[in-house]
């Protein structure tokens, strides 16, 4: 099949993604003096799941002294004493200046009745203030912004390779472009930078939830082809209890913790302080889903989530900031001041509170040239934490130092990098390939045999390493035999067909981390390690692609106590969180077991 010549874009700095951090990004090396082009998968302020938050962390004030580390302290026990204390400095200092920016900008935060901004408590926080805004409202003001500013904008392209100046992957050298297609054309693009910087948020598989069906994890696979270092992929398990009467999904889960909602079970009992008997009901989403998720297996679900006792002014708030969940409870009849909720959890593999490319202070990732901002990062801030609304506001700092560095190393170099056109041939030839393919197999034939895979209780929840080794085999064998016969008979399909790639080959790389950290922290449970271990284990699992093959490489990365200002609790912590009975036994007995309980 003859391919299109691609279209050529020559940028200085290329951002690929358009959520908080790219934007931020772009409109930060552009003030510098940068050419800059914004790469967009799909519409900005439209999709993506910026569109999607309801609030965002802002200090109220410039953090100082001792209030610096008493909020430092609040992010660091979060965290499980994972994040990386140097960058949770700079961000808490420099979030209350970002977050003024912002409202400069004119985004809509929500205010008192004087007119001024109205700062609140979410979940994971009692000291750490955040605001109430829109996302959506955010991402237009942002849009606009761009627009004034003449940033050139390219929507509806899904960037899905970089390019290197030597042509290899994983490249000995610096990363100089991009290679992306038209979601509708299939058109080609071929972008030459001399800084990119990747936004591609999350990664999750197609689930219809919460805006972020089309982000499966390009930003985090193209890095890794490339060469680059990622992080904290042994967390990457995305969890939350958000169906609401099996119904309906909605945004707006810490809000609603936030006003003060509590969890009960089927008996009315109040659950979460057996399971988190510090953050309670204010407790991360995974410890709630999990938590709903063990009272239901233990025969005391279905569980709830109760608002009757909720001023009306805070439901007010939360509908302001959440409009969708208003409308929701409009269709399906709902008065959160009368009615119970039913909730329902979910876990998967896929962005929790970290997971993504390793960056430093200034977002710059371990290949030359190649930046990343927001939640296709490490999110080294927290690493494990349960922090809610902090992750928009660590876009919007990390991808303001991102525009500036790149906007710096776009006014040294006076030349674009050399590209390789013979990977740039190779790369568009990957992409389409299943476009010439002969077959039945389709991509949502892929997704779910990797649901299959990866949603059984014994993995999701609580795992040991056999379980973890058989679900990375699994995934393995999907790779191996579907995903070469997976067809594309239009530009849809194609899409879709290398989404799926992306996230399955990170899937299988969260499942080598996973088995590498052998004990339980944040979003893992490792049923045969159930300790959080600090006197082994206060390090992050780096891990790079190794030679142009599968190969991977594992390192682990201490991190540097000696220097950091709030010290960890050493010592070994037994996991407070009950395991039941069945998953403490080998996963084989275990499946007898639940087979007879179901009478099969
Ligand atoms: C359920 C849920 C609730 C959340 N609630 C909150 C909250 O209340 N407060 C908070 O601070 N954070 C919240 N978050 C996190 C929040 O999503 C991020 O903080 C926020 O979206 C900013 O992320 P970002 O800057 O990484 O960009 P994102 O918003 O993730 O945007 C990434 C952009 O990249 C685009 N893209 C993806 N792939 C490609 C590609 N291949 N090529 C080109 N473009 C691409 C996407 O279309 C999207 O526009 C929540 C997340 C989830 C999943």
Redesign the pocket.
Known sequence: MKLPDPTVIRTDVLV???????VRAALRAQELGADVTV????V?SR????T??????APYKLLEGDELRQWMEEFVVGANYLADQEWLEVYLREAYFRVQELVHMGVPYVRDEQGRLKYSLVRGHKVGTTLGAD?RATMEVLRRELTRRRVRLIEK????DLLTTDGRHPTRDRICGAV?FHVRTGEPYLFLAKAVIL????FYPKIHY?Y?D??TG??HAMAFRAGAELAGMEFAQ?A?WSYFNRQFFT?G???IQGIGARFVNALGEEFMPRYDPIWGNFSGLFQVARAIATENLEGRGPCFVDMRHCSDEDLAVLYKVVPTLERAFKEFDIDPKKDLLRVDPFILIGTGSSSGVRVDLWSRASLPGLFA????THLPIMMTGIS??????F?NVG?YRAGEKAAEIARQMAHHPPHDPQQVKELIAGFCAPLSRRGQTRPCDIWMAIGEVTAEAGFALFKNEARIARTRDRLREIRHMLLPRVTAPDVHELVKANEVANYLQMAEVACEAMLARKESRGELIRADYPYQDNDDWLRWIIVRRQGEGEGLSLSFWDLPYDRYPIPPKRGKVPLTFPIPEEYRVAPEAASERSMERRGA
Do not use: D, R, W
């Open positions: 690929v993604g358009g959520g908080l951090g790219g790469v967009e998968k799909a900005i999709a993506g799941p910026m999607y938050v309801h609030s965002q962390f996302g392209v899904m960037v899905n992306g936004n591609t948020g999350p919460a972020v089309h982000c390009e930003g995305y939350a945004p889960q810490a809000k901002v927001g939640t296709c809610g609304s902090s992750l928009s506001t876009s991808g």
